[in-house]
């Protein structure tokens, strides 16, 4: 017998027995443990499958998990294959785009009647093929200006152009010159890195001037007097070995570029306890990354600027006498402290602004010996029209002036806002056209004023 049979319920038992006590029916008590055995034979059954499904299921599991990161891998290298690909095709382009920048001339002094054929066909017979030729024409009146650029396929035909300088076409002698792009690609990175590379820089500036009445002062009372332009990493207070006192200088980290040049803009030149302080930049370079000359970061043109914060509450340096003249004209809080023993009301006078303003100085524009002057009597519109348009391209401009008595070629520039003139002076600043490397700088809303009609 099974073991089924000592498990009998007594329910069970007492279908076989008979009401009366008599004997079992075993056939019957057979039947039973039959049927028990064979319940006990589907639940195994029953078990069995419910296992394989499990199995099944987390077998599935794991061929769609391995599916989904085969999937990820696979989209993650198509990803990659594309970017590498567009990269490659940027690459290519800009190769072909330097290439062919390369293999063009800039010609000026041209015949105002010279067209693209009679050029095309001139260099043509002159140099070698020729790719294309563009004649630089008067937006409104579409007249030539006498200065076109003519791309060739070779690089030896370009050496032949630049050789037809004082050549006649139509009559008048031409000049030929390089197209400087290789200048001006060096140019347009520079400004880049002039706007990305300094923005998270420690900059340090340099203190000079701090003797007499001021070789007492201490690092807190510096500390308080430049602080209000941002946050100082530490100070350098230069002392002598045996006297402890100041020698005439200190240097000051600040966390952020833009917080050193406000303090240097605002305090170079102030004058404490009539001594003036001389506060400058150091190395300057590091601001610039190793840029091309003639490049500057916006907002670092000569002159000061940027405005002095109020300073007041000083302790120690700013307790016992009254810095009356430490703040800009026209700020709150003039009654300001300046502690050194002995030192009565110490006056500070800042030179006139020179930060970032909406306002710049172009540099080398034009030739103030070109003939066209002479010949071309809307030569400074032109030069006016091509300009305004540049420089729209960097914000809203208000008014473009041509110093046409100029022996440098300026060309003034009053843009709507600040954000505009800094735009347009980081990218303009260091570019070359027509031979002349450009010089973009800021000018004082009173130079403007004093200068422009």
């Not at 200006?145 to 139509?170: D, N, R």
């Amino acid at each position: 017998r099974t073991p089924g049979c000592r498990a009998i319920k007594a329910g069970e038992a007492s279908v076989a027995m008979g009401d009366t006590g008599e004997e079992i029916d075993f056939d019957a008590v057979e039947q039973l443990l039959e049927g028990n055995d064979a319940g006990q034979e589907r639940k195994s059954r029953d078990r069995d499958r419910g296992r394989d499904r499990d199995r099944k299921k987390r077998s599935r599991s794991r061929t769609t998990e391995e599916e989904k990161r085969r999937r990820q891998l696979e989209k993650e290298r198509q990803e990659e294959e594309r970017k590498q690909r567009q990269y490659e095709e940027e690459q290519k382009k800009a190769m072909e785009q330097a290439s062919r920048e390369d293999n063009t001339v800039v010609v000026t002094c041209l015949n105002h009647k010279a067209t693209e054929r009679e050029i095309y066909e001139f260099f043509s017979q002159q140099a070698g093929k020729v790719r294309d030729i563009q004649v630089i024409r008067d937006q409104a009146s579409q007249k030539s200006k006498g200065i076109s650029y003519v791309e060739f396929y070779l690089q030896e035909a370009v050496m032949k152009a630049l050789a037809c300088t004082g050549k006649p076409l139509m009559g008048v002698p031409i000049r030929v010159q390089a197209s400087q792009a290789e200048k001006n690609r060096q140019a347009t990175q520079a400004a880049k890195l002039a706007q990305a590379a300094p923005m998270d820089i420690p900059v340090k500036v340099h203190v000079s001037g701090l003797v007499g009445p001021l070789e007492g002062i201490s690092e807190t009372e510096i500390s308080k007097l430049f602080s209000p332009f941002g946050d100082i990493e530490f100070i350098d207070l230069q002392r002598n070995s045996a006297t402890q006192k100041c020698t005439g200088s200190c240097y000051i980290q600040y966390k952020k570029p833009a917080d050193a040049r406000e303090a240097m803009q605002a305090m170079n030149g102030f004058s404490l306890a009539g001594q003036e302080i001389k506060v400058e930049l150091v190395q300057a370079t590091q601001l610039m990354g190793g840029l091309a000359p003639g490049l500057a970061l916006p907002g670092m043109g000569g002159g000061l600027g940027g405005g002095l914060l109020a300073l007041g509450g000083l302790g120690g340096f700013g307790a016992q006498a009254g810095l009356g003249g430490l703040v800009r004209p026209g700020m709150p809080n003039a009654g300001l402290a300046a502690g050194l023993p002995g030192v009565a009301a110490i006056s500070a006078t800042p030179l006139a602004p020179m930060a970032p303003t909406c306002n710049i100085r172009l540099v080398n524009m034009f030739d103030p010996k070109s003939p066209d002057i002479a010949s071309d009597p809307d030569f400074f519109l032109d030069v006016k029209d091509d300009v305004a348009e540049e420089c729209a391209k960097h914000g809203p401009v208000d008014k473009v002036w041509v110093d046409a008595k100029s022996t440098t070629g300026q060309v003034w520039v009053k843009f709507k806002t600040v954000v505009s003139a800094q735009a347009a002076r980081s990218v303009l600043s260091g570019r070359w056209f027509a031979g002349q490397q450009i010089q973009a700088e800021f000018v004082t809303d009173a130079d403007w004023n004093s200068t422009v009609p």
